[in-house]
Structures are given as C-alpha cells and as structure tokens.
C-alpha cells in the first residue's frame, strides 16, 4: 500500500509538474520565445543555486566533496556537448561530402561559414536556430533532469515512509517547484529541435525516474541518503552548465535598452519563481 502511494505521488510530481510547465510554456507563453529563454535561464540558476546546492550543503557530507562532485559534473556536461557537438559536425560533414562534387567538398567551409555569417549577422531568429542546431545542450539537460528527479523520489519516498500526509505535501512541494524549471527545460529541448512533442516526450521520460527514485527509495532508504547530496551536486551542476553554456550565450547580443531591460526583467522572474514556489514548499 505504501509502494503504491509513493508512486502515485512520485509520478503526479515527476509528469504532472512537465505537463503544467509545458500548458504554460507551450500555450499562454509560446510567442515569446526570446523572453522564455531568460526566464529558463534565471530558473535553472535558482534552482541550482538557492534550492538543490543548498539542501546538498545541509547534509552531513563534506562541502570539499560536494564542491568536487560540482566540479567534475561541470567537467562532464561540457565533455557530453562536446561529444554531441563531435557527432553532429562528423553526420554534417558526410552528408556535405555525399551531396556535393569532391572539389566544392574543399571550397564549401569557407563559404559556408561566410553565408552563415552574413544570415547571423541580418537575422537574429536564424542566429538563434542555428546556435540550438550546434549546441543543444539537450543531453545535459536530460542527464541533470533525470539525476534530480531521481533525487526528488527518493526523498517523496522517505517522506511517505516517515509519514503519509508528510508524504503527500512533499509530493505537492516538488511538483510546484518542479514546474519553472521544466519550463526551462522544454524551452531548451524545443529550441535544439523545433518539436514540441519530442520535447514534452522526453521531459516526461525523465521526470517518470522520480517514480524509479521513489522504488529504490522504498527499498533502500537508509543506504540512498548518504548519496542524496551527491545527487543534488550532480543535478546542480547540470543546470548551471546549460544556464551558463547554451542559455545565456543565446542572450547575449546588441539590444536595444527597452530589450535589455526585458531580458533582464525576465531573468529576475525566472530567479523570483524558484525562489517564492522553493519558499511556499520548504513553507510547509
């Protein structure tokens, strides 16, 4: 009976949060894409910042370690987009050599490379599309999703075992923290394919691990908690490198003070909904 309230609970907190961030970010929201990508910015970076680097720094484990764990995960986000970058420009390079006569394969990444820079230079969407085309960012936002809402199951589940109604406001806090920071996510993964569906796909897919945490949680809670903070690190450092590495490079551009002033303002509200929904569930 216990396992089967840890799975609904973990289940509405892990799908339900990535359904509601996508109602909003793929409905009420879709028109301002520019202004999502600063809000998914500030999100990710409270969230990582002033909710699961804290909780980490709470814990009994060593901030020496935690700091490492930070660290190598950085290392690591970086080394999978580079991995992904590497597969991307090698299938580029076979489809151009298979399209194009062997002496235009020679001539074509200079040309190449000047018609891209005069279509950036004159059109800040195609800038956009084509950045998301060359650095996705998806697999390090997938791995750190799936890492927190691994994280995030088992603690539902030490909650349900604790107690059940503690339980269940432990799966209403996740799922209310949880929704900006997916709508981050679904902004990121949108933008690397231009598919809403695949996007909502494969933020569902990730979220469904909270319910994967919340079994080994059930059956291993005492040995799983000495790794929590390690987790939280780990999904931390996922948020900041794609904050950092894909998010903020797309805003940084010449703006007019009037855009400035938006960006930043959509910023700040990414940062202050992380921050007013992490308050209202550590509230409770």
């Known amino acids: 009976m216990l396992l089967v309230a840890i799975w609904i609970g973990t289940l509405a907190a892990g799908i339900g949060s990535v359904w509601i961030a996508a109602a909003l970010s793929f409905g009420a929201l879709a028109r301002y894409t520019q202004h999502m990508l600063s809000l998914a910015a500030g999100a990710l970076l409270a969230t990582a910042f002033l909710h699961l680097l804290p909780e980490a720094f709470e814990s009994q484990a060593g901030a020496h370690d935690l700091f490492l764990t930070l660290l190598v995960g950085l290392v690591f986000f970086f080394l999978l987009d580079k991995a992904e970058l590497w597969h991307h ?3 580029h390079h076979h489809e151009v050599a298979a399209a194009a006569p062997h002496h235009h394969a020679h001539e074509h990444p200079q040309s190449h490379a000047h018609a891209h820079g005069h279509a950036l ?6 800038a956009h599309a084509h950045a998301h085309a060359h650095k996705p960012g998806s697999w390090a ?3 750190g999703d799936s890492v927190h809402c691994f994280g995030d199951g088992i603690l539902i589940a030490s909650a349900f075992m604790a107690d059940l109604r503690l339980g269940v406001i432990a799966s209403l806090a996740v799922l209310a923290h949880e929704v900006p920071h997916h709508m981050g996510d679904l902004v990121v993964l949108r933008g690397g394919s ?3 569906r695949m996007a909502l796909v494969k933020v569902s897919l990730a979220g469904a691990v909270t ?4 079994t ?3 059956f291993l809670v005492e040995r799983l908690q000495d790794c929590l903070p390690y987790f939280l690190a780990v999904a931390s450092s996922s948020f900041i490198y794609v904050a950092l590495a894909d998010l903020i490079p797309q805003l940084q551009k010449r703006l007019s003070a009037r855009e400035t002033i938006a960006q930043i303002a959509w910023l700040g509200a990414g940062i ?4 007013l929904v992490s308050g209202l569930a550590h509230g409770h």
């Open 211 to 214: 319910a994967l945490g919340g």
């Open 194 to 196: 231009g598919n809403r």
């Open 141 to 143: 936002v997938l791995t």
């Open 216 to 218: 080994l949680g059930y």
């Open 121 to 126: 230079a004159h059109d800040p969407a195609h």
């Open 272 to 275: 202050a909904l992380v921050t």
């Open 89 to 91: 420009g090698h299938e």
